[in-house]
């Protein structure tokens, strides 16, 4: 009797001792063993929306969704499941929590204590600031452009802000990713751009980057067959003829005025007028014609001029003017 008493006290102390130490459930070893493989991405500020997802996709498949919400988390608890076993799954969800958590996001959390309450913190954090990410990136989007990319690195650029935009919780219609392409492309692309916004028929993202590839491939080719002179090169070539004409012009136009100064500035040497020279003056042959004093000094001119004329004549200089 003795025996069985004791074997009976000893098997009520067993069951005592192992009621304080609660029993982790399956479902909560799966989470804590593979939440690294079921969450790869772990938290950063730019990608609270797929993180969020992850998380709250893989509570809710094992069960444990109603440990996000502050509220319900004890009123949905189980019945047969003590407080006690409550706080410890509460903490190992919590601890898994931040395990996926990066080192620049931990700081904010890491004082917190429950599920609920790092998940709150982490929407009130991320949600305000996803909105004016969101506006930033389709802002990007919307300026974006190839300038120095080739088409393959242009189309990855605007793939990638898409799926950032889809990151913060946003999306873009494919129509519109299409239009933000096209306004991007350089003058070049103008009939490419044309063809495509006229098309009937709606045209997926795929088709549109291999359409654009073979049109850059098309493009490359013939400016290969048919080099542009550069700007600089076209002006001067255009403008040279009508240079050349100019400055044919403006010669004459420089040489007639000059003619035309030097012609008034000549004075003639006998009459004293401006406007002819002394061989080409009406009195030249005018032997009854003397010079006035202020002229005497181009009698010797008039002279000069007259002489062929006196030669003929038979006159002599000295009987025009006898000393």
């Not at 997926?204 to 048919?226: G, V």
């Not at 550069?230 to 255009?238: E, G, I, V």
Request: hydrophobic letters at 35%; charged letters at 15%; aromatic letters at 6%.
């Amino acid at each position: 009797m003795a025996t069985l008493a004791s074997a009976s006290s000893s098997s009520d102390a067993t069951v005592g001792i192992g009621n304080t130490n609660p029993i982790i459930p399956l479902a909560l070893k799966f989470v804590i063993s593979n939440i690294k493989s079921l969450v790869p991405h772990s938290l950063t500020p730019d990608n609270f929306p797929l993180w969020s997802t992850q998380f709250a996709k893989l509570l809710k498949a094992n069960g444990f969704s109603h440990f996000l919400a502050p509220t319900s988390a004890l009123e949905n608890a189980d019945p047969n499941q003590d407080l006690q076993s409550w706080s410890v799954t509460d903490q190992n969800l919590a601890t898994a929590m931040c395990s996926t958590i990066s080192p620049e996001v931990l700081p904010y959390v890491i004082h917190l204590e429950s599920t609920s309450e790092i998940w709150s913190t982490l929407h009130t954090r991320f949600q305000s600031s996803n909105r004016s990410k969101v506006i930033q990136l389709k802002n990007e989007l919307h300026n974006l452009s190839v300038q120095a990319l080739s088409m393959s690195q242009y189309l990855t650029e605007v793939k990638k802000i898409v799926d950032q935009i889809s990151a913060a919780g946003s999306t873009v219609d494919p129509e519109d990713v299409i239009i933000y392409i096209l306004n991007g492309l350089p003058p070049e692309y103008q009939s490419f751009t044309t063809t495509i916004r006229t098309m009937q028929q709606s045209l997926s993202l795929d088709n549109l980057y291999a359409l654009l590839i073979s049109e850059e491939i098309h493009l490359k080719a013939a400016a290969s067959r048919f080099p542009k002179l550069p700007d600089f090169q076209t002006a001067l070539y255009s403008s040279r003829g009508r240079g050349k004409r100019g400055r044919g012009r403006s010669n004459r136009e420089s040489n007639s005025v000059n003619s035309t100064t030097q012609f008034s500035a000549v004075t003639c040497q006998i009459c004293k007028k401006k406007g002819h020279q002394a061989d080409a003056c009406w009195h030249r042959l005018n032997t009854n014609y003397i010079p006035s004093q202020s002229n005497s000094k181009n009698a010797n001119a008039l002279l000069a001029a007259n002489e062929p004329t006196l030669q003929k004549t038979g006159t002599s200089i000295q009987e025009l003017h006898p000393i």
